[in-house]
């Protein structure tokens, strides 16, 4: 029987380091006041404590198989790339797909863009998008 508690645990811990590092990009985009700082700053609370309440409520502490560790990656995959997408929604209005693409690209860091010149895009969003392909590195 597939236990969901340990992957909801998993995957809070990353909601969690993600909204951390959105609301990095507090600092460029306070700096360059171009635009996106409130964005940020909803997003990256948003994402934290989301993924604060899933860590909390899992419990976790239980022993996680190979079925939970699939789900686990899928779904650490997947909510990753839907809530990098979020930045490039709301700041650059982006459509979805093109906003998903770019997330993808930046976790996975193929370093494709759909933006014919991305220097166009805020400076805080570049920051981000530069994240991405950091945290994807890693």
């Given amino acids: 029987m597939l236990k969901l508690k340990p992957v909801i645990h998993f995957v809070g811990v990353l909601w969690i380091i993600l909204g951390g590092a959105i609301l990095v990009c507090l600092i ?20 934290g404590m989301l993924g604060f309440a899933a860590f909390k409520l899992s419990g976790g502490g239980e022993e ?11 779904a650490a ?13 709301t700041i650059a209005k982006m459509p979805a797909v093109d906003a ?10 193929t370093g494709a863009s759909i933006v014919n010149n991305v220097e166009i895009l805020p400076n805080g969003l570049l920051f981000w998008r530069s994240l991405t392909h950091w945290l994807g590195g890693m």
């Fill in 100 to 109: 998903f693409f770019e997330s993808v690209s930046g976790f996975t860091t």
């Fill in 64 to 74: 996680i198989r190979i079925r939970e560790a699939q789900l686990s990656v899928f």
């Fill in 77 to 89: 995959w997947i909510s990753a790339c839907v809530i990098g997408a979020v930045p490039f929604l």
């Fill in 28 to 47: 460029p985009a306070y700096i360059y006041k171009d635009g996106g700082f409130a964005d940020f700053a909803i997003i990256g609370a948003a994402a």
